[in-house]
Nanobody, 127 residues
Framework: QVQLQESGGGSVQSGGSLRLTCVVSGRSTRYHCMAWFRQAPGKEREGVAFIDTEGRRNYGDSVKARFTVSEDIAKNTMYLEMTDLKPEDTGMYYC?????????????????????WGQGTQVTVSS
């Protein structure tokens, strides 16, 4: 059973930076895709950044050139470096791991490809 634990959220002013961390435990398959999603109050959960075992990455349009996703497989950890944060980046950020038995490539990944979720970490950006 895969378990995910996020950390690193907080409150920053517009233009600031944060680094989110997701620690993975219990995974049993070598190939996987991981992702960061976020959800603001009253809005649907949206994909922010995706990365797979082959190193392919994909980003939501609103965060391209500002956010960078990376993974240290040896440490079972995924990161999200967020720079030039804007108030519209505010939300709960969730770490996600692809469903068992499914080959998910980062450029084509969608919400339904992920079966494991962390509890989330809150990011608040003030203007």
């Amino acid at each position: 059973q895969v378990q995910l634990q996020e950390s690193g959220g907080g409150s920053v002013q517009s233009g600031g930076s944060l680094r989110l961390t997701c620690v993975v435990s219990g995974r049993s398959t070598r190939y996987h895709c991981m992702a960061w999603f976020r959800q603001a109050p009253g809005k649907e959960r949206e994909g922010v950044a995706f990365i797979d075992t082959e190193g392919r990455r994909n980003y939501g349009d609103s965060v391209k050139a500002r956010f960078t996703v990376s993974e240290d497989i040896a440490k079972n950890t995924m990161y999200l470096e967020m720079t030039d944060l804007k108030p519209e980046d505010t939300g709960m950020y969730y770490c996600a791991y692809s469903k068992d038995g499914r080959i998910v490539v980062a450029p084509a990944a969608t919400l339904g490809d992920f079966g494991y979720w962390g509890q989330g970490t809150q990011v608040t950006v003030s203007s």
